[in-house]
């Protein structure tokens, strides 16, 4: 594989899904392999280059992972200790399921605890404060019974990381893991690095080719969920500290903690994210075997990182468009092509089921203050999916209850999900999206 043939591909997809600019880096039999192409923000002339910063999204919280097993390498927790060692507000919760959650709940997303928690002031960057809030909430289901994607879970992490260290969070990533890597820091809701650039985050409407720059947004207390930004580059060289082949891996993180990260979490079923998930890390199907890594999205950019154990080889994707996703679709099907079989996870989706009862999926779905309702849309004749963060989706319904879900607004893959029965009345109790899981509150 060369250089000027990873090149070429990025330029065609960069064109073909309107991203201004993007990075890919392939780490291959000790090698590494970086292209670039387009410019930080629409309508400039400032190019990306190996070194311009992207935001990371829900990549982040693999690293946040990380710190956490690195503490738990040099004794200072257990990862099956309830949260409630660690903090005081967990202990007292008035939920007992919140109080029984543990470390590793938390890190395998199979805590129960809400998806995407939010302070009433955005700006608020206390943690504990943050997870004072978080522990006064109620549970989703028993810890450890099932799979729900969650952000709050991981800002938690973030604060059990504070108590532990006595250290504010941005400082024990920095100085554990980020700089030991080489990566230079940089905390989308702190000082940016004056070393860095970071590019701008664009939006690609549906059936339009202009990429239109958009603010990001990000609460203050979600920096441990998806408050990092970086490079292609410093993701293969995280890549490789799990890979053991960075020349710091043998300090910054002991092999029993690597392997154990990167063992399949049996409950957690990752629906409609990967095939399987481990300890901050995703596991994606492909025809050498499982690959490791995270995707993240943010408003206006993406990034995703694939790894693969056997081979020590390593991919890492940056972009500044919603347009990311598909794009990276794309990019792992051309390096199939060239000979590198990129993990990716492709849910399958049945046919196309001939539905006449679907009002039994209409209805209000609550995971904490994230709700999701489902009505009939085109006098009934199809279902539309939206929230109140200005999600609205055309559904498509398939068989075993999944479904598909398209945005009208945005030039995006479609999300998959699935409703899960009530066994006694045949109505859907469950919706599972995004990897989420929303309980049915009202049936409309």
């Known amino acids: 594989m060369e250089a000027y043939q990873v090149a070429k591909r990025l330029r065609a997809l960069a064109h073909d899904h309107s991203v201004p600019g993007a990075q890919v880096t392939v780490h291959r039999a000790g090698e590494s392999l970086s292209v670039v192409t387009g410019v930080t923000r629409s309508g400039s002339a400032d190019p990306v280059t190996t070194g311009t910063a992207f935001a990371f999204g829900s990549v982040t919280k693999a690293l946040t992972a990380t710190v956490v097993a690195q503490l738990a390498s040099e004794g200072d927790l257990d990862l099956d200790d309830p949260v409630g060692e660690y903090l005081a507000e967990f202990d007292g919760a008035t939920d007992k399921a919140i109080s029984s959650i543990t470390l590793r709940n938390l890190l395998s997303h199979t805590a129960g605890l809400v998806a995407d928690y939010e302070l009433d002031n955005v700006n608020e960057a206390s943690l504990a404060r943050y997870a004072a ?59 940016a690095s004056a070393a860095r650039t970071l590019g701008t985050c664009h939006v690609v409407q549906p059936g339009q080719r202009t990429a239109r720059p958009v603010g990001l947004f990000l609460p203050a207390s979600w920096a441990p969920a998806s408050g990092l930004a970086g490079s292609a580059e410093d993701l293969i060289a995280f890549a490789r500290l799990h890979l053991g082949t960075h020349s710091g891996s043998g300090a910054l993180l002991d092999e029993k903690q690597r392997t154990e990260m990167c063992a399949r979490v049996p409950a957690a079923d990752a629906f409609g994210m990967a095939d399987g998930w481990c300890l901050g890390l995703a596991r994606y199907g492909s025809s050498d075997g499982d690959w490791l890594g995270h995707d993240g999205t943010v408003d206006g950019g993406t990034a995703h990182l694939r790894f693969h154990q056997q081979s020590g080889t390593a991919v890492a994707l940056t972009t500044n468009a919603t347009t990311g996703t598909l794009m990276w679709a794309d990019l792992v099907d051309a390096l199939h092509e060239l000979g590198v079989p990129v993990g990716d996870y492709r849910p399958h989706v049945p046919a196309t089921a001939a539905v006449s009862d679907a009002d039994r999926f209409v209805g209000d779905y609550r995971n904490g203050d994230t709700y999701f309702s489902v009505r009939g849309h085109d006098n009934g004749s199809r279902l539309r999916l939206s929230d109140g963060a200005g999600l609205i989706a055309d559904m498509t319904l398939h068989d075993e209850l999944v479904f598909t879900a398209r945005r009208v607004d945005a030039d995006e893959a479609p999300y998959t999900g699935r409703f899960v029965p009530d066994p006694s009345t045949g109505r859907a109790a469950l919706m599972q999206l995004g990897g989420r899981s929303a309980r049915l509150a009202t049936a409309a």
């Open 133 to 191: 809030s978080v522990a006064a909430t109620g549970s989703l289901h028993e810890p450890g019974s099932c799979f729900s994607y969650s952000n709050s879970g991981y800002n938690i992490l973030g604060r059990v990381i504070e108590s532990v260290t006595g250290m504010k969070y941005q400082a024990v990533m920095e100085n554990f893991l980020l700089r030991p890597l080489g990566i230079d820091p940089l905390f989308l809701s702190g000082a």
